[in-house]
Nanobody
Framework: QVQLVESGGGLVQPGGSLRLSCATSGFSFRLYPMDWYRQAPGKQRELVATVASASNTNYADSVKGRFTISRDNAKNTVHLQMNSLKPEDTAVYYC?????????WGQGTQVTVSS
């Protein structure tokens, strides 16, 4: 079955960096676009970044120039490098894949940006 497991979250000071990873299994990873979403307390889940199967990328305006999404097809893993973090980046971060009629999500990893 499809599984996605995020890791790499934590507490970081403003201006700091974190690298999130999403390890996947159960599907042909290289064929599918992968997304990172985030959900802050009291807010709707929002799309942060997408990497296509051909490694084209797209970003939310709020993270352009600070976040970089990448994929490692040999390891079935997608990463999110987050630099120049701001308090407003605080959220639970999720990876997602859409296969057929279904969206598959990981359990999420908490990112807290605070001094």
């Amino acid at each position: 079955q499809v599984q996605l497991v995020e890791s790499g979250g934590g507490l970081v000071q403003p201006g700091g960096s974190l690298r999130l990873s999403c390890a996947t299994s159960g599907f042909s990873f290289r064929l599918y676009p992968m997304d990172w979403y985030r959900q802050a307390p009291g807010k709707q889940r929002e799309l942060v970044a997408t990497v296509a199967s051909a490694s084209n990328t797209n970003y939310a305006d709020s993270v352009k120039g600070r976040f970089t999404i990448s994929r490692d097809n040999a390891k079935n893993t997608v990463h999110l490098q987050m630099n120049s973090l701001k308090p407003e980046d605080t959220a639970v971060y999720y990876c997602k894949v859409h296969i057929g009629w279904n969206d598959y999500w990981g359990q999420g990893t908490q990112v807290t940006v605070s001094s």
